[in-house]
């Protein structure tokens, strides 16, 4: 199993995507590869397994679950300017 933090996700859509811990591309889910009653928030640590899709062959995570006691960490999904200071 691996292990990595859920970077977004879209509740009216269903799905987002896993930061892995061993680094590299984020990793697609969807609600349906989740352990049943999980509701996905960004932050969350989870486990996961890797599998193709059966439509693109893309690799995707299933059997998505929420690592025991974790707590969430936070997640930066946009970068913000702060306001140029004027004189």
């Known amino acids: 199993m691996l292990e990595g933090t859920i ?3 879209h509740g009216d859509r269903a799905f987002g995507f896993i930061r892995p811990d061993s680094g590299g591309t984020d990793i697609f889910f969807h609600l349906k590869s989740c352990s049943p009653g999980l509701t996905p928030e960004a932050g969350a640590r989870v486990t996961y397994n890797l599998a193709p899709d059966q439509r693109s062959g893309k690799r995707q995570a299933v059997g ?3 690592l025991a006691n974790a707590h969430p960490v936070p997640v930066l999904t946009r970068y913000v300017r702060s306001p140029r200071l004027q004189r």
């Open 7 to 9: 970077k977004t996700y």
């Open 64 to 66: 998505v679950r929420v």
